[in-house]
């Protein structure tokens, strides 16, 4: 082909590319199979938890509360040795404790920063809603008392087959009424990842249902805020991301379990579509592999919607909440100083 | 098999997933071949914007500044067909001038807000640095002074074969140089998509560079900020996203035509490696399946690194910059508010 003809047919390809007949619109996107490198622009920890296979099990799925029970058993087993040693670095103190019937962990660092001496964060632990039982749910809520210098009261909320919905949702509304005979709501946040993050969206919205005062904060970690399977990379990262693998995954079962026949596209359960009118600054954190990132940034653009104070941070690469799994990693100091930070600036003092 | 023995089986399946031990770790991540659907997250226009097919001709890779000319008219003749019906349903009013020898056009709304008086924006449009000349490209700078109420000065910057690195950056340069002689820097904003999002990054390093007053405000849409082929997205939404495809494609071909042997890590080219102490506050917009998501949300952590207000949308379902396609649907209001507020926020009056 000589210069001309080549010039005419690149100039045909692109001026055709701008006219798409509806009749040319389909049904699905054919993507064919690939395989991922692990990308060199994150942290070599980051990159050792993408590196990381599948999760061996994710397509495991239990039916009962029963059948979850010595899952959840074991799996907090496992984490719960690795608790003392985060404890020590993170310079925290933790106590057994019960709030109005709750079972809870207070956790306090060796030092509240001055700022944060009248503030108290709330934290609902993640895990489907049937996973991390007892001391397996302080991760999260002692890197947040660690990195950022607040007291945090970890919610140990009952699980299948101790109960089922909306028993988390109510064990957490238990401790915030608790707290709000002595703190000002706007004094406390909340935080939360995955069933977490989703139970802290619910908290707000539970607590305009019942005229409790809004809280201060809200961080809510790559969000369950749609189990009924809507959103666009619960199919773009199926199997892409290593922690929940897929819709139809071990999470997935569990949120079943756990909502008992209810259904599933109640706020309770699914908050992004609830009514976020007059809602607590949020921020929101996810990663480009994560199969809830549309769960996630469709919140985000609700909220802002709603004319909402809501701060979106996505970190490169990360899976499903990988930025609690090591605290020596950048991306997770990075998380917790964003969301020290956003706390910092919107709680009362 | 019994209940009991399938929760031991289910047990250990998940006390497994947590001990992972290094040589386990993965060179890449093989991902089956998949279709994915046209999500139901979105609006009827988003939704159509995702159901149409991979673009036309992106792998079709002009070499030379020669080459591109004829394929950038062929797509500017179809693009401009569009700018009177969109010029009209904005409101706004197009004058073709030049500023210090820079080709312009000066977009003027029927209406500027009254905190806008003393406000100006810069635009610089998208376009792999190769394409979009003359009226092609209006479309964004025309949406945001529709949409914001802002007077937009458009830039019709030099690409090649006319010229090459730095042309495209110098121009716009000079036509900041020249509205900092009557207007205060804190009053001007820059706004740009893709290779926009890049040199709007850019213009903000070349100010320090040069020494020059810091812009009140950045909108950077999908940036090309990394235009060496790093960035885990690169992967993920390859042939996901309709419209750039590939890595390897069109507007990569592009963008080394406009280098010209330029060291395409050098962050005049890809100001994600930049150094952004003391940089404008900056707003970035992207969507799940965008090419340059992973651009995008970098651009955003390296800012916030370095301690500036860095406010990141991502939008659901999202090709690379699909919220400039269709100036009815939901998505693209959506952006254009988040984007004017920005301005809104922080410009000076």
Not at 251 to 259: I, N, Q
Request: with cysteine.
């Amino acid at each position: 082909m000589n210069t001309q003809s080549r010039i005419l047919r690149l100039a045909s390809a692109v001026a055709a590319c701008v006219l798409v007949s509806p009749s040319a619109f389909a049904q699905g996107l054919d993507v064919p199979a690939r395989t991922l490198p692990v990308p060199q622009s994150v942290s070599p920890q980051e990159q050792k938890l993408i590196a990381a296979p599948l999760r061996p099990g994710w397509n495991v799925l239990p039916k009962t509360g029963e059948e979850w029970k010595p899952v959840a058993d074991a799996g907090a087993e496992a984490i719960i040795k690795g608790v003392p040693g985060l404890i020590e670095r993170m310079n925290v103190k933790v106590e057994k404790s019960t709030i109005d019937g709750v079972r809870v962990f207070i956790v306090t660092p060796a030092t509240i920063a001055p700022a944060n001496q009248n503030r108290v964060l709330i934290h609902m632990h993640g895990g489907c809603y049937v996973l991390n039982p007892r001391e397996a749910a302080l991760p999260e809520a002692v890197m947040m008392a660690g990195f950022g210098g607040f007291k945090v009261i970890a919610v140990d909320y009952r699980m299948p087959p101790e109960a089922y919905f909306p028993a988390a949702l109510d064990d957490g509304m238990t401790v915030y009424k608790s707290v709000l005979k002595t703190t000002n709501a706007k004094n406390i946040g909340i935080i939360g990842t995955s069933a977490g993050g989703a139970l802290v969206l619910e908290m707000g919205l539970r607590a305009k249902q019942l005229g409790l005062p809004m809280l201060g904060a809200i961080a809510a970690g790559t969000p369950m805020s749609d189990v009924t399977k809507v959103g666009d990379t619960f199919y773009t990262n199926e199997l892409v991301d290593n922690v929940l693998v897929s819709r139809d995954g071990f999470c997935d079962a569990g949120t079943v379990v756990y909502a008992a026949g209810h259904d599933l596209k109640d706020p309770l359960l699914s908050p992004v579509y609830g009514d976020f009118t007059g809602f607590a600054p949020t921020i929101l954190t996810s990663g480009t592999r994560d199969l809830l990132l549309s769960n996630t940034v469709r919140v985000h653009r609700k909220l802002r919607d709603a004319g909402i104070e809501a701060f979106l941070q996505v970190f490169e690469g990360m899976s499903h909440a990988h930025y609690l799994r090591d605290d020596t990693s950048p991306e997770t100091k990075a998380a917790f100083a964003e969301i020290s930070g956003f706390f910092g600036k919107h709680l009362g003092q």
